[in-house]
Structure formats: structure tokens, C-alpha cells
Nanobody
Framework: QVQLVESGGQLVQAGDSLRLSCAAS????????MGWFRQAPGKEREFVAR??????SYADSVKGRFTISGDIAKSTVYLQMNNLKPEDTAVYYC????????????WGQGTQVTVSS
């Protein structure tokens, strides 16, 4: 059994910074890519950022403000969020995949980020 555990979510003010962490536990597996997604109230889950062994990618809405980093081999990933805006309020989910394409294999339970104006 593989578990992804996110941490770092909290209530902050607009303009503040926050760092989310995600680590895997349980059965060992080899990640090919890990990502962050978020889901705001009443909205569908959306892509935020992804890291693989060779590349990074971001949603347009967070480019220049968020930075994804981590150690894919250890299935650990971080999301540095700067200049937070109220529209960044959401539950943030970590995901990992054993392949470069298709659906993510494992998901965390999420961590709440609330940005007040």
C-alpha cells in the first residue's frame, strides 16, 4: 500500500508565501512524475504543477508565483507558493505516477490552503 501525505496548508493573507510538502510512505515504488492539483469549493480539480525526471510544468494561473521541486526517486515533492491570492484558496492534492503518461497512480488526501484578502 502506498500513501501520499501532504502537509503545510494553512490560513494566510494575500501576498504571503507558503510551502507545501508531500512524501510517500508504505510500499516502495519508482515515481516517473509527481504533481500538485487543487480543488476550490464548487469547482473541479485542476492541475497546478508537475515535475518529472526531466522537466517541470505549471498551470498558467500560477506561473511565476509557484515553484515545484523535489526528489522524484524518493517520491518527495514540494510546492513553494509566493504572492498568494484569494483565488488560490483550495484543497491541494499531491499525486504520483509510475508512468510518464496517463492518469496518476496515487493521490494524497489533500491539505487546505486558505488565502484571505
Amino acid at each position: 500500500q502506498v500513501q501520499l501525505v501532504e502537509s503545510g496548508g494553512q490560513l494566510v493573507q494575500a501576498g504571503d508565501s507558503l510551502r507545501l510538502s508531500c512524501a510517500a510512505s508504505g510500499r516502495a515504488f519508482s515515481s516517473q512524475r509527481m504533481g500538485w492539483f487543487r480543488q476550490a469549493p464548487g469547482k473541479e480539480r485542476e492541475f497546478v504543477a508537475r515535475i518529472s525526471r526531466s522537466s517541470l510544468s505549471y498551470a498558467d494561473s500560477v506561473k511565476g508565483r509557484f515553484t515545484i521541486s523535489g526528489d522524484i526517486a524518493k517520491s518527495t515533492v514540494y510546492l513553494q507558493m509566493n504572492n498568494l491570492k484569494p483565488e488560490d484558496t483550495a484543497v491541494y492534492y499531491c499525486a504520483a505516477s509510475t508512468s510518464m503518461w496517463g492518469a496518476y497512480t496515487y493521490w494524497g488526501q489533500g491539505t487546505q490552503v486558505t488565502v484571505s484578502s
